[in-house]
Every structure is written in structure tokens, then in C-alpha cells.
């Protein structure tokens, strides 16, 4: 049995003494080049909370890796904070993040010839990031996410990263003072882990652990908790079964498996940002899977957590009544997973959840799929006039499924977040912010901070918002993102004009321009694209190299 398939080629092969001096110089005995090499790449940095305690979990894998007689050889890469971002222009480097991230894991992978490869993970883009990476290396692979944040306190009422925005809004329309403001921002994120609610961390990390890609628990461990720290050395452990049966993301990630996945983002109420990452996942992993599948699954789907953004749980209150596995249980029992489909544990799906306790009796945070929140899916993919090539809606129920208003259209979000500051959004309209795709932008950034101020403002019910930018996962409300064709290549939401009326209906699932073909026509005659925002750098090369977003906005299709 080989387990070292990759290393062999540089710790035995007798031509290469100077692969093997060098890795006697970083303290490898003749003994340990004889073992599978195990590289793990921690996204851990000091900048942010979701990333600050990495760098210690790196090490017990380590550990974990040592304790099964490999070699674990700790490197790192980059993340990117989105909260820290959030509306300012290093928003636009946060999307681009994910595939610097899954180059860089694989360049390091492959260049090493590392047999193995654990990734650790905590901010948005750091997961779908190094699934990407896994999946093009295809070879043993587990991910450990780094967990979720402890919740904040103000006047008895639990506080999160979104908790901020909202305040924001509020004290701009005057409805709270700054001190109150000040307090609430201080006392939001208590340490480390990632933003608490079904934002798009926890979001892609409950998909994942579905997926079949990390252990059992995983996605709702807390970051602080010594079931994150044991489950860290397990994972180190778990490559050694991986390698000896030769278990690979593409028998795992299957066309089932990604079903599962998307089903678990819609019971939960997950962030637009998965059906974007699902996307490039499929589409690295080369199985067939588009905007019209997400579409199926949420039509025979209901929503059942009642998870923030929209609802009031965050996700140690997950964790508190049985964790996403006792989630799963539950949905395995009523039909709703294929429990077939093989794990990281080297056991199917099924076997993994047979031992695990169901979801703690009298609980509220699940719904039953007797008495759901919404009877189908929160995501709706809405095509229309102003999407030819589709867009992605978040409608949790709450908002209502259908809006018709008048246009108030910003070129970009800075405009917008001045026009809601200074009173020019009301009631019945219909915000427009365009030049935010991912080649407009570029980056395709995340609208939260406009969503935000229109929800602290109170005009959450009263008005929508359309972008071709993308939508954090804590944005609630009546939203429509990721419109395409996105405004820099001519999409006709370049087209619209302030008082033009749009009509959104979640129900046909359409978006649409009540301007007729012959005034678009005319409008599209005087529009020229405008120049990209950059001509050199990450983002220039982005801007050049990125799809669309119903194709995933990857950047290795060109």
C-alpha cells in the first residue's frame, strides 16, 4: 500500500539529493521521507476575527497528522475580511480573494508534491477558495472550518457583525444616538470566529460538511470550544484512512452530493454567495449544475431555520440543540438527502448521522417541515428583460413575493450609500446600483452596508434593491443580486432610468423593465461601455479573466 504517491518523487528518487538535503534541513529524518506528506494551508492571519485563532488549529492538525505516523507541513495564504471591507473599496478584492486562494493552495500542493492536503478555513471566500484547490488537486483532502463567533450582548438583546451595519442606519436616520451606536459596535463581535448568523461563512461551511468535504460537526462547532480543537487533531487524523483508500474529492463531490449540499442552504436560509460558489464548485469539479438547479431544489425545498439575518437564532443557538448533523438527521429521515454519498470519514453520509442524537426536543431554532417558515426554497433565480442570463433573489417570505416600483438608480454603491444618507430613497422605490458585477466593479462586492442603512432607516418592507454586485449574507430585505448580463457588458440594467418601473414577482420568479424594446433600443444606441476602473494590478487582470456571474465568476475559462 502507497500512501506517499506524490512526495516519492522527491523524498526517495535518488536524482534528487538536493529536494532531500532540504527537507533534512527543516528537521525530516531518513524515517519520516519514507511517510506521506500532508500539507496544510491555514488562512490564519491577525486582521480578523474569523482568522485570528488559524494559525493554533493549523498546529493540532499538525499534531493530528503526526499522531497517524505522517508528515504535516504547515504553509499559509490569504484572506481577506469582508466585514472589515464592507463598503469601502477593498470590498472589491474580497470575491477575487476565492481564486487567488485556490491558485495559491494549488501551486503550493502540486510544486511540493504533497500527497495530502487539509485546509484551514474560517472568512467567506477562504472555503469555497480551497474546495476549488481540492478539487483540481484531487487527492486526499479534508477542510476544518474555523468556526463560528460567540455572540455580542447590548440591553439583553444578542448582537452580531450585522447587528453594526443596522445601527449604522438607524443613528443615520436619526432613530439612535451615537452613543448607543458606539456601544453596540464595540460589543458585536466578542473574539474569535466567523460572523455568528446563516451568513455566507457559516452558509458555505454547513454546505460543505454536507458536501461530504469535513468531519461531522465541523461547520457548527464553536470557534472557542474544545470540540473545535479535538476535531482539529481528528481531521489530521482522518488523512491517514483518506490515503490508505485512496479517497479523492471527486469520489465524493458527485452530482448527489452537491444536491445535498444546495438542499441544506435552503432548510437553512444561506446567503446568495452559495449559489455563486456552487457554481465555480461544480464547474471545477466538472459536473453539470446551473442557476435552473438551484431553482428545482428550492421549489421542493422548505425553509425551516430561523437564523439570522432574517430570524432571530445565530449559529451557536444550532449547535445548543444538536449541531448541522442532528439538522441533517432529521432532513435524512423525511427524505430530503441522499445518504448514499461517501464522506472524509470514509463512511457514506447515512452512516456518519446513524449514531448521531437528534435535534434536542421542544427546539425552535429548526422548523418541522410540517409547519415551515416558507413552504419552498428562500433563493429564486428571476429572469426577465433586465436578467436574460438570470439573477439570484433572497426572499425568505418575510419581505413578500411580489414588488413593483420606481426606479432610483446610483452608479455604484457610494452613490447609493449617499442617496439613502441623505434622504433621496423613499417608500415604493426601487434602488438600482449598477457597475458592480465583477468586471464593472470589479470584484462584484457586497452590497450590505446599502441594505443595511435601507433596513435601519426602516424602509426594510418599503423598498427594494437590484445590483449586478453581490449581496453579504447578513442582507435581508427584498433584494435582487448578481443581474446578468452585469451593466459593463451592456446589460440592460445599464439601461434604466430614474422613474422607470420595475416589477419583481418572486412567485414567476421574473424581473422585469416596463420600458418597451423600441425605448431600450434607442437608450442602448447612446450607452457606451465605460472605461474598467483599473489597468493594472489583481484587479485589472480579474476584470479580464472573470465569467459571468451565472457562470460562477470563475477565472480559469477564458
Not at 23 to 50: Q, W
Not at 269 to 280: E, I, K, W
Not at 289 to 306: E, G, H, V, Y
Request: charged content about 20%.
Amino acid at each position: 500500500m502507497m500512501i506517499n504517491k506524490y512526495s516519492k518523487t522527491v523524498t526517495q528518487d535518488p536524482t534528487q539529493p538536493a529536494a532531500q538535503a532540504m527537507l533534512h534541513a527543516i528537521g525530516l529524518s531518513r524515517e519520516d521521507l519514507k511517510k506521506a506528506f500532508v500539507g496544510i494551508a491555514s488562512t490564519g492571519y491577525e486582521g480578523n476575527p474569523c482568522n485570528m485563532h488559524l494559525n493554533d488549529l493549523a498546529k493540532l492538525v499538525k499534531k493530528g497528522t503526526q499522531d497517524s505516523d505522517l508528515v504535516g507541513l504547515i504553509f499559509n495564504t490569504i484572506g481577506v475580511s469582508d466585514g472589515i471591507s464592507m463598503g469601502t473599496p477593498g470590498m472589491r478584492y474580497s470575491l477575487p480573494s476565492r481564486d487567488i486562494i485556490a491558485d495559491s493552495m494549488e501551486t503550493v500542493v502540486q510544486a511540493m508534491s504533497y500527497d495530502a492536503l487539509v485546509t484551514v478555513v474560517g472568512c467567506d471566500k477562504n472555503m469555497p477558495g480551497a474546495l476549488m484547490a481540492m478539487i483540481r488537486l484531487n487527492r486526499p483532502c479534508v477542510l476544518v472550518y474555523g468556526g463560528t463567533i460567540d455572540s455580542g450582548c447590548h440591553n439583553g438583546q444578542k448582537l452580531d457583525v450585522v447587528s453594526a451595519f443596522e445601527a449604522w442606519g438607524s443613528k443615520v436616520a436619526g432613530t439612535m444616538q451615537e452613543e448607543e451606536y458606539q456601544s453596540i459596535v464595540e460589543k458585536a463581535c466578542p473574539g474569535a470566529g466567523a460572523c455568528g448568523g446563516m451568513y455566507t461563512a457559516n452558509t458555505m461551511a454547513s454546505a460543505i460538511e454536507a458536501l461530504g468535504m469535513s468531519l461531522p460537526f465541523n461547520s457548527s462547532n464553536p470557534a472557542l470550544s474544545q470540540d473545535k480543537k479535538e476535531e482539529s487533531i481528528a481531521a489530521g487524523k482522518a488523512v491517514r484512512k483518506l490515503l490508505e483508500k485512496d479517497i479523492k474529492p471527486s469520489d465524493i463531490i458527485t452530482r448527489k452530493s452537491l444536491e445535498n449540499a444546495v438542499r441544506l442552504v435552503t432548510i437553512l436560509g444561506g446567503s446568495t454567495n452559495a449559489v455563486l460558489h456552487f457554481l465555480a464548485i461544480a464547474r471545477a469539479a466538472q459536473i453539470p449544475f446551473d442557476l435552473s438547479d438551484f431553482q428545482k431544489i428550492s421549489d421542493n425545498t422548505p425553509f425551516l431555520a430561523d437564523l439570522k439575518p432574517s430570524g432571530k437564532y445565530l449559529m451557536e443557538d444550532v449547535h445548543r440543540v444538536g449541531g448541522i448533523p442532528a439538522v441533517m438527521k432529521y432532513l435524512l429521515e423525511k427524505g430530503l438527502l441522499h445518504g448514499d454519498c461517501l464522506t472524509v470519514t470514509g463512511q457514506t453520509l447515512a452512516e456518519n448521522l446513524a449514531s448521531v442524537s437528534p435535534l434536542t426536543p421542544g427546539q425552535d431554532v429548526i422548523k418541522t417541515i410540517d409547519s415551515p417558515i416558507k413552504i419552498s426554497g428562500h433563493l429564486r433565480m428571476l429572469y426577465g428583460n433586465l436578467a436574460s442570463e438570470g439573477s439570484v433573489a433572497k426572499i425568505t417570505g418575510k419581505e413578500g413575493l411580489y414588488f413593483s416600483g420606481s426606479a432610483r438608480v446610483f452608479d455604484g454603491e457610494y452613490a447609493a450609500n449617499d442617496g439613502i444618507r441623505d434622504g433621496k430613497v423613499k417608500s415604493g422605490d426601487v434602488v438600482v446600483i449598477r457597475y458592480e458585477g465583477p468586471k464593472g466593479g470589479p470584484g462584484m462586492p457586497e452590497m450590505l452596508k446599502p441594505t443595511a442603512a435601507i433596513m435601519g432607516a426602516g424602509l426594510g418592507k418599503e423598498v427594494a434593491l437590484i445590483t449586478d454586485g453581490r449581496f453579504s449574507g447578513g442582507t435581508h430585505g427584498f433584494v435582487v443580486g448578481h443581474i446578468t448580463p452585469e451593466a459593463q457588458d451592456g446589460g440592460n440594467i445599464a439601461l434604466v432610468q430614474d422613474g422607470d418601473i420595475i416589477t419583481i414577482n418572486a412567485e414567476t420568479n421574473t424581473i422585469h423593465l416596463e420600458v418597451s424594446q423600441e425605448e431600450l433600443e434607442k437608450r442602448r444606441a447612446a450607452w457606451k461601455a465605460p472605461q474598467l476602473k483599473f489597468n493594472r494590478g489583481v484587479l485589472y487582470k480579474y476584470a479580464r479573466t472573470v465569467s459571468s456571474a451565472s457562470q460562477g465568476c470563475v477565472t480559469d475559462e477564458f
